[in-house]
């Protein structure tokens, strides 16, 4: 058998027929492709395929189209990298403040209980830090009454500064969430401009076709109809000549004319092909002109992306420098605040006292030195900070300076660009037009020589009278012999102008390409007002939390040099109120820190999606490479000894002409859901086939993996006319049951005969029957392998028919508890059924034990099967095999003493 295709044998034809094919049917298989297109690149689904017929469209090799695919592949793998490295990033600024945040809760004494019953409460919400006594709940401790202190000024900045900073927050995602949709609205543009520009390169070239044609026809018509006047002056001065010589003169007259006419249209039409020339480099000109304003202006706008990518590098690090001096003031304030609590250091305080010094004495004591040493520094750092917050906002407002220059310089290259795509437009119409005058030009020019020609010839003919009549036909059978190949042109032309005409007249129509451009454009110019409302409005609430956050730690600051002066208790309790607010602000900058990670682990997953789909693009790219490697030649002395042919089906008219030695082969999933339905009209003829040809059938390649799918019905096969039908007899399950029984009538030789009415053609089954059977007893059945060896069976019978046009028929026994020696069920009623195809129909019985084994299911102990057809009346002997189809061991004497009844049929 010829067949090297297997792993095809789910590729669908026309019908959706699994096959495979032979080298005979290259020539089907190119019209095959014609009409189906040519593979041109892969999806997930598999090949994509193109029916476009024109011949400048690539065709790449299979090769080819798996580096592509490889290619893509490595494109999106490095943007996963990138991805996964900027979620990395994320994760590690999360990481961070998630651990400043753990040093903030201990160093405030809370439990990590309660920061995470705040954010239960929050739900994802931002903290208000001015609300901490509810959301951070402490344990109540005695205090000190500080009400006091409590000023309007202090209360107010914080309420202003938790307000400011809740609504900058806000801008912020808004301002993110508008970016999100420009730049998607952008990228639709794009692509909407590349579809219109594609479509009018389309039409531009099918006008310019028709344009050139149209004036090739006009110019040869007017060359024939010039030619053939020619002939007929020609004819009329020859007869003229033989009544008086003197007519040569008007021959003469004549050329002289048609040259003179013919050279002034030349003139002309080179001076307009000139003109043209010139209007063409002229353009040419201005559109390189527009291009160098184009590239200049984009250089200029990335010098001032470079310029903002700068002045925010150097805010974040002055930033960076604020926030650790910030921490390292905190540090110093906390050991300030340890000093003052300390018992040297008050009892230093009171001998000054009692001395009468100034408490700022450099030499009270040596705490109080260290006291005012640490004063001296926080005093240094604050004025540090101070300055850095100047320099913060003088910086900012130099980025959005430049942020403002690179928006407009960004504006303006876009319009440039759009000045210059429009020049090279024009340049490019230009040149095409000054092509085709160049073109006329050249033709007129021919023209006018071959006039000049004939001109020449008409005045050397008058001056030698002796000759002038014999010159005069020799003019004529010339320019008769013109006019005719003038007119196979004016044809050749006039033809191809009528082919491109019916082109030109239906032309696509880019209307809706138009609109849907217009509307691309509408919708990101809406997206970027919105994102520069959006961002103005976030600049605005930026600047008023930082002028909000200003007044607060002024405010702050005057509250803490008010508490400073309390008692230890009030101290402690400012303090652990000051930790408090630090930890809630922590957690909001922990929070978003945390999402933006989240969204960032998106990208990655989206990514990693795309990297997914492309490795299995690839997997069909390679799967389709081999497949096209695999195609060869059949060597002459194999083919001496093929005897079947598996052939690709393609219509049953072809398939019925061919000879008996060519076989079908399809995809058993194919034959079962898709093609064959009950009795239609594939599945006659599919019958009406195989009566004179061999067909067979298997299970597609791409299920092989799932072993539940590894067997198919074969009764349907069967009933269909199939031969050969492939089965996997390593595993257990009631398919091979039936095959097993199939072949019982012949002794299992692995041969059986189809019935009559498979055979022939005009023949009807007559092999109907209805069987009763009864399963009176059993003996020697063994223990299910599920079972330790010895133990106590617990065995049921089930009784099943399977037939290829009725739903299977199934009848099960009572259980007999403990007894695999000699059971009895001694069936009264019996299991009734009817069949319409006996030959066709298989019985089987299958002995399992139920449920007791060590897994907790229902054991097989053995089964049997036969067909039908096969069944004498009376009491027989069912002998059982194992799961293996052996009677070998413990199956070696197992069997089944049943009775078998016949209703009706023949």
Request: hydrophobic share 35%; aromatic share 6%.
């Amino acid at each position: 058998v010829n067949d090297d295709y297997d792993d095809e044998n789910d590729d669908f034809g026309r019908l959706g027929l699994a096959n495979v094919q032979s080298r005979a049917e290259e020539d089907d298989a190119e019209v095959e492709e014609t009409k189906h297109g040519i593979v041109i690149g892969f999806d997930a689904a598999g090949p994509v395929r193109s029916t476009d017929p024109d011949p400048t469209l690539t065709r790449h090799t299979a090769s080819e189209l798996l580096w592509i695919a490889k290619n893509e592949l490595e494109k999106r793998k490095m943007n996963a990298a990138e991805a996964e490295l900027r979620a990395n990033e994320a994760a590690d600024k999360a990481a961070r403040l998630e651990h400043e945040l753990d040093t903030l809760i201990t160093r405030a004494g809370l439990r990590k209980e309660n920061v995470l019953e705040m954010a239960k409460k929050l739900n994802g919400q931002s903290a208000n830090p001015d609300d901490y006594e509810r959301l951070l709940e402490r344990e109540a401790d005695e205090g000190v009454e500080v009400q006091e202190f409590f000023a309007g000024a202090v209360e107010g900045a914080r309420d202003q500064f938790a307000e400011a900073d809740a609504i900058a927050i806000a801008a912020s995602g808004e301002a993110t969430a508008a970016l999100q949709k420009l730049n998607a609205a952008t990228k639709k543009l794009r692509e909407a401009e590349r579809v219109v520009e594609e479509a009018r390169g389309r039409n531009r070239k099918i006008i310019n076709q028709y344009q050139r044609a149209a004036s090739r026809a006009h110019t040869m018509r007017e060359d024939y109809n010039q030619m053939q006047e020619r002939v007929v002056k020609l004819k009329e001065l020859l007869l003229q000549m033989d009544k008086s010589a003197s007519s040569a003169q008007n021959v003469v007259s004549t050329a002289v004319t048609e040259a003179n006419i013919s050279e002034k249209r030349a003139v002309e039409t080179e001076a307009r092909a000139q003109r043209a020339a010139k209007a063409s480099a002229a353009d040419r000109v201005v559109a390189d002109d527009e291009t160098h304003r184009e590239e200049i202006l984009e250089k200029e706008a990335s010098v001032f992306h470079e310029k903002l990518r700068a002045s925010a590098e150097k805010i974040d690090a002055m930033q960076q420098e604020m926030e650790r001096s910030t921490e390292e003031l905190n540090k110093i304030q906390d050991q300030i605040k340890l000093i003052e609590n300390s018992s040297q250091y008050l009892s230093e305080r009171e001998e000054a006292s009692g001395e009468e010094k100034k408490i700022s004495s450099p030499s009270s004591g040596k705490a109080m030195a260290k006291h005012a040493k640490k004063v001296q520094e926080r005093n240094v750092i604050g004025e540090n900070i101070k300055q850095l917050s100047v320099d913060i906002t003088r910086a900012e407002a130099v980025r959005v300076g430049i942020h403002q220059e690179f928006e407009g310089k960004a504006i303006a290259w876009k319009e440039q660009a759009n000045i210059a795509a429009k020049a090279r437009k024009q340049a490019d119409r230009s040149s095409h037009l000054a092509e085709d005058l160049a073109s006329h030009a050249e033709e007129e020019r021919e023209a006018a020589n071959l006039r000049r020609i004939a001109r020449e010839r008409a005045q050397s003919s008058v001056s030698s009278s002796g000759e002038n009549r014999e010159s005069l036909k020799a003019q004529l059978k010339t320019a008769e012999k013109q006019a005719q190949e003038a007119k196979l042109k004016a044809d050749e032309a006039r033809l191809e102008e009528k082919h491109l005409s019916h082109y030109n007249d239906n032309l696509e129509n880019n209307d809706h390409l138009e609109e849907n451009l217009q509307h691309r454009k509408e919708d990101r110019d809406e997206a970027l007002r919105v994102y520069e409302g959006y961002k103005v409005t976030q600049e605005a609430t930026d600047a008023k939390a930082s002028e909000a956050r200003r007044l607060f730690d002024t405010s702050e600051s005057v509250y803490k040099d008010a508490m400073r002066n309390a008692s230890k208790e009030k101290v402690f309790q400012n303090t652990q109120k000051h930790n408090d607010r630090k930890v809630i602000i922590k957690f909001n900058q922990s929070s978003l820190a945390c999402n933006k990670a989240e969204h960032e682990l998106e990208k990655v997953r989206y990514a990693q999606s795309l990297v997914d789909e492309q490795e299995l693009i690839v997997q069909r790219a390679k799967e389709h490479m081999d497949k096209t490697e695999r195609v060869a030649e059949i060597p002459t002395s194999l083919a001496k000894m093929t005897f079947l042919n598996t052939t690709k089906f393609r219509a049953w008219p072809k398939s019925f002409a061919q000879a008996n030695t060519n076989a079908h082969s399809f995809a058993q999933d194919v034959l079962e859901k898709k093609i064959f339905h009950k009795e239609s009209s594939d599945a006659k003829k599919l019958k009406e086939f195989t009566m004179e040809h061999m067909c067979r059938t298997f299970p597609p390649w791409r299920t092989t993996n799932n072993r539940s799918d590894l067997n198919y019905d074969p009764m349907y096969q069967w009933a269909l006319g199939c031969q050969l039908v492939a089965m996997n007899s390593s595993t257990f399950d009631k398919h091979v049951l039936q095959a097993d029984g199939r072949f019982r009538s012949n002794g299992s030789s692995g041969y059986v005969l189809k019935p009559s009415f498979l055979r022939h053609l005009n023949l009807l089954n007559e092999d109907k029957a209805t069987w009763n059977i009864k399963v009176l007893c059993g003996a020697y059945l063994p223990s299910p392998k599920t079972k330790k060896l010895g133990a106590r069976v617990n065995p049921y019978v089930k009784v099943s028919v399977y037939g290829p046009t009725k739903e299977e028929q199934h009848f099960t026994t009572e259980v007999v508890n403990s007894n695999g020696i000699n059971p009895v069920w001694d069936d009264k009623t019996g299991f009734e059924f009817s069949c319409d195809v006996q030959a066709m129909s298989i019985l089987a019985f299958s002995v399992w034990d139920k449920g007791r084994s060590d897994n907790g299911r229902d054991g097989l102990i053995g089964a049997a099967a036969m067909p039908v057809s096969c069944i004498r009346e009376g009491y027989r002997s069912v002998v059982l095999f194992d799961e293996y189809h052996s009677r070998v061991g413990a199956h070696a004497f197992s069997s089944l003493l049943v009775q078998a009844t016949k209703r009706d049929g023949r």
